[in-house]
């Protein structure tokens, strides 16, 4: 019995990280949108650019 207690508070935390961290994407892009598309077209417009932002 406990550790099926164990695993539904598991998969509940599991399922609140996933929860939140939607929620941090979509805030992020709602506030930096359009200068982070910018920012990231323009840091990886060259072959050695690209390599380098990657890292």
């Known amino acids: 019995m406990e ?3 164990v695993m ?3 998969f509940g935390a599991i399922a ?5 961290l939607a ?3 979509d805030g992020v892009s ?3 949108g ?3 598309r910018t ?3 323009s840091g990886t417009r ?3 650019r690209s390599f380098i932002s990657a890292r």
């Open 16 to 20: 609140m990280l996933l929860f939140g």
């Open 3 to 5: 550790s099926t207690v």
């Open 46 to 48: 060259g072959r050695l």
């Open 30 to 32: 709602h506030a930096f």
């Open 39 to 41: 920012g990231l077209a």
């Open 34 to 36: 359009a200068k982070l």
């Open 23 to 25: 929620q941090v994407k």
């Open 8 to 10: 539904i508070n598991l």
